[in-house]
């Protein structure tokens, strides 16, 4: 028995030192807290607003893409989407959208990024969910009910569809908004 605990210990400091180079940290936006995220996690880097031309020009600009890594003062990934939004003095705005139709290996100095975003895993889930149990509680559920025929609607066919689907939008419809995107600032070491 002591020897599975041992051998258990073992694959455990293994793996922590094998994975461990794989992970950066980040501190989260507003807050003294760190948060690690793994090589190829999709983030968003969005950059501090570049002031241009006597300060009457402005470009906003955020990338999409995987990480890659981090050394003390850059942000390695590879980009996917690009945007950019130039704000001119005679009031146009112009904006731009680049997708690469491979990983775009690119580097960004950390001076220069404002923040950087990424959705947790279950964000896609939830959405999913909610979005599944409004559009039965408000489309499927009455149409099920409603008989074209007689002309009539069946409240006790409505119940059994639309009572499951509004508990889930009531379990669901709160985690959308709670688990958003987190924003991260990067930790230079």
Do not use: C, W
């Amino acid at each position: 028995m002591k020897h599975i605990f041992f051998v258990v210990g073992l694959i455990f400091v293994f793996n922590t030192l094998l994975f461990a180079q794989n992970t950066f940290q980040f501190q989260r936006d507003n807050s003294s807290r760190t948060t690690t995220l793994k090589t190829g996690k999709e983030i968003t880097v969005t950059f501090k607003p570049i002031v241009e031309n006597g300060k009457t020009d402005t470009v906003s600009k955020s990338v999409i893409g995987l990480l890659s890594s981090t050394t003390n003062s850059q942000l390695h990934m590879f980009a996917t989407t690009e945007y950019a939004k130039y704000v001119f003095s005679q009031d146009s705005i112009l904006e731009t959208y680049r997708k690469y139709s491979y990983d775009y290996p690119v580097s960004y100095d950390a001076n220069t990024i404002a923040y950087i975003s990424y959705a947790p895993k279950v964000r896609p889930a939830i959405e999913m969910a909610t979005f599944a149990s409004v559009i039965t509680l408000a489309v499927i559920a009455p149409i099920y009910a409603f008989n074209l025929k007689e002309r009539n609607f069946n409240s006790d066919a409505y119940i059994s569809i639309a009572a499951p689907a509004a508990v889930a939008t009531i379990i669901t419809l709160p985690l959308y908004y709670k688990i958003e995107e987190r924003k991260l600032q990067f930790l230079q070491k």
